[in-house]
């Protein structure tokens, strides 16, 4: 079966976990989105749940933040936030009224080609206090946005936020894509394959959520055995760059989407792993625990093998999902990331 170097197992296997003091992460205000991109870390869709994170939710998380990360950098994103401009322009207010370090709002841009309508929405978070929005470019966002829709959303934001406020993630990718028609929207099946491949690098992509099941690899696929090696220790624990969602989950630094590390409310406090079996195996044995575990549970390893261990990770969380359902694995949420993943791979 191989060695595994996570000692953890046999000298020091931890049933509770604190995590380190919050200093940097994003608020999803929603999984809903425009769109149904490839590299999706949280599987967002327009088919995703209309759920929208409250005000008076927002107030009590940016309280928390405050307490417990004081001086926290945080974005709000999704999803796309821009869906819902009342619930993003109130995100940002009860930032800025708890004094949060506000870095950027997310967006796809979307909406680059209503001005008019989205104009006034920009000059209010500008108002309000934001400095920033980042508009995503990538060939993932242009099988869907035209990108002279994104180039109309990005000369929207510098018209109000000036230039260094606009901030594009990845500008690099505007040449790339300027050599196709930027009227139109990309056709994924004409697409050099060593581009995507390419664009995952430059993208520092994770091949988490929906990303490692694009029919075209953003990295060559290895077998399970590949990446035993390695522990999940430091993406659990990391609050550089955690998430919470508008249904209070708290989602763990290593970006890994769908799973539930805890309610945000015990972020400060001391995490009892006794009762998230999965989360438990991940932190003391890494992801060579957790696909021994489900081996016994009937999983199959893929044939053609897994982008990373974070594509090993969740093609494992999905199986055990769809076999056993949300209440036998807590920190499998929110429940519609694995039932998303489930019905696309059936189309």
Known sequence: MGFNINLNNEFNYREKIKLPE???GGIVLSYKCTNRCRHCLVAGS????NKWLGRGEAEEIFKYIKRTGPGAEIHIGGGEPFLNTQCLIDAVELAVAEGIKLSYVETNGFWGNNFNK???VLKELYKIGLRSVLISVSPFHAEFIKPQITINAIKSVRNVFGFHGAFVWIPEFLNMLNKNDITKTIDWNTINPDIIKRAGDMYYLIP???CGYSKTPVADKKPAADFFITSCERELLSTSHFHIDAYGNYMPGGLCGGIKMCSYKEAGTEIN???KPLIKLLFNEGIRGLFDYAQKM???EKSDGYCGKCHLCVDIRTFLFNKFGA???LELAPAEFYETLIKESSL
Not at 46 to 49: A, Q, Y
């Open 22 to 24: 919050l200093s940097g």
């Open 118 to 120: 989205y104009e006034p």
């Open 273 to 275: 792993l006794n009762d």
């Open 327 to 329: 209440e036998k694995y």
């Open 46 to 49: 327009p088919e995703r749940e």
């Open 208 to 210: 988490g959520g929906r």
């Open 298 to 300: 009937g999983y199959i």
